[in-house]
């Protein structure tokens, strides 16, 4: 029997993230028709407008936006939180595999790394080999970098043999 993943609903702090993301569904509506935008909001019944502010002050609060002269920027941290929701599809049947074998000495960046996976909606096919369907390369990338563990993890790209 094959595990069904439930999909999280987004919180109010990362849909106001994806809407500060150029070309975003949720940032064209903001920037084109922000009362549809807000109108949506509240008929599927997800956040009010008071709860926006308030994702916008703690977004700032916890360093996951800076304004610098009107101009909103995302963390590196915020990106993060967003991949899930923006990250492109792998063509076809190709997934993205990800292995590793970090020392117990470290495994403090062993259960950092796990985390960033689950976050990322990666599937744990065995303990330290996950695979996910999305185009995550180049911020895995950058993730191993800043844990040290390039020499640990090692990502490829496969597809099922039929």
């Known amino acids: 029997m094959k595990k069904v993943k439930e999909k999280r609903q987004k919180s109010v702090t990362t849909e106001l993230l994806l809407a500060l993301v150029p070309y975003t569904r949720q940032n064209l509506m903001l920037t084109y028709s922000p009362n549809r935008f807000f109108n949506e909001l509240d008929r599927i019944g997800m956040y009010s407008g ?10 700032k ?3 996951l936006i800076t304004v610098d002269e009107g101009r909103v920027s995302l963390s590196n941290r915020a990106k993060r939180t967003i991949l899930p ?13 990800v292995i590793f ?29 996950w695979m996910t369907d999305k185009e995550y390369t180049k911020e895995l990338q950058e993730i191993i970098n ?3 563990a390039k020499d640990w993890i090692k ?6 043999i039929e």
Do not use: C, W
């Open 50 to 59: 008071d709860s926006y502010k308030q994702a916008y002050y703690r977004a």
């Open 61 to 63: 609060k916890n360093k």
């Open 85 to 97: 929701y923006t990250a492109s599809k792998l063509l076809g049947n190709v997934r993205l595999m």
């Open 101 to 129: 074998d970090i020392p117990e000495e470290y495994s403090h960046i062993r259960r950092q790394f796990r985390s960033v996976l689950r976050d990322l909606q990666f599937d744990q096919i065995q303990q330290s080999v």
């Open 146 to 148: 800043d844990l040290g």
């Open 155 to 160: 990502m490829f790209e496969s597809a099922p």
